[in-house]
């Protein structure tokens, strides 16, 4: 099993950036998808999730109205658009995988993808 995040780097303030995570094996079409993030410092939060199927996201209340997640099952990817980009994005960012299944939680993470908002 393998979740791979690429996408990240260094941006200005205002700008974007777009996060991919590559799945493989598993059944990527039967997890949520979600980004997880964690600043120097900090503890590591949700930032985005989608559902199995791309009908359904959630958003943090920090990234609403700037940052979108989707998938493409035909790909095994999830992304993430972020824009409007501020220092207080600066983070690395996880990838995870996660579905339940009689009454068990079964998840992967990927390595993670620095992203850096800075002048």
């Known amino acids: 099993v393998q979740l791979v995040e690429s996408g990240g780097g260094l941006v200005q303030p205002g700008g974007s950036l777009r996060l991919s995570c590559a799945g493989s094996g598993f059944t990527f079409s039967n997890y949520y998808m979600s980004w997880l993030r964690q600043a120097p410092g900090k503890e590591r939060e949700l930032a985005a999730l989608i559902s199995s199927d791309g009908s359904t996201t959630t958003y943090a209340d920090s990234v609403k109205g700037r940052f979108t997640i989707s998938r493409d099952n035909a790909k095994n990817t999830v992304y993430l658009q972020m824009n409007s980009l501020k220092p207080e994005d600066t983070a690395v960012y996880y990838c995870?995988?996660?579905?339940?299944?009689?009454?068990?939680?079964?998840?992967?993470w990927g390595q993670g993808t620095l992203v850096t908002v800075s002048e």
């Open positions: 995870r995988a996660a579905r339940r299944l009689g009454g068990s939680t079964f998840e992967y």
